[in-house]
């Protein structure tokens, strides 16, 4: 099954993701699926839910919990980044705000777009940026705004 069909049959369908498209590779028609698919803030924030609720939406399994709990373990320890760690497509973070730390997976696009997940807070944030040749102010936002409000 191609990725299209898949995503739409069995993950984007019943959260009622409609509004995506999928990039295809340089000079063919294969789906560049390491990444490099478009949907709204809405949606990404659909799929942290999900991830959040350990693959059920509304009272219905679409993702396996097995999934679910490997693809946020540890696999790999990143070189960059500011993560402690990497699964599978998701980056292992920790927030800190001088007062806690927070424990996050977060799923990361080019430019800002991040979708994190906050499991000791039942919390899923959403970025969307356009920040292609500075640095994104998302951890900032995170730390000085976002976590200390919880505080």
């Known amino acids: 099954m191609e990725v299209e069909n898949f995503s739409h049959t069995c993950l984007f369908d019943l959260p009622g993701i409609t509004n995506y498209n999928w990039l295809k590779m340089l000079g063919s028609n294969v789906t560049s699926s390491h990444g490099d698919v478009y949907i709204t803030p809405r949606d990404m924030a659909k799929i942290g839910y999900l991830y959040l609720k350990k693959g059920i939406w509304n009272r219905t399994r679409i993702i396996s919990e097995e999934w679910i709990n490997n693809s946020v373990q ?4 990143p ?3 500011s993560a402690y760690g990497y699964g599978y497509l998701w980056w292992l973070r920790r927030y800190f ?4 730390s927070y ?3 977060n799923a990361e696009g080019w430019g800002g777009q991040q979708i994190i997940v906050i499991p000791s ?3 899923v944030v959403v970025f969307t940026a356009a920040n292609y040749v500075s640095n994104s102010p998302n951890d900032e936002i995170m730390n000085r705004y976002i976590l200390r409000a919880l505080n």
Do not use: K
């Open 74 to 77: 540890n696999h790999i320890i």
């Open 79 to 81: 070189p960059v980044n």
């Open 97 to 100: 705000t001088g007062i806690r």
């Open 103 to 105: 424990y996050s997976f």
């Open 121 to 123: 807070e039942n919390m």
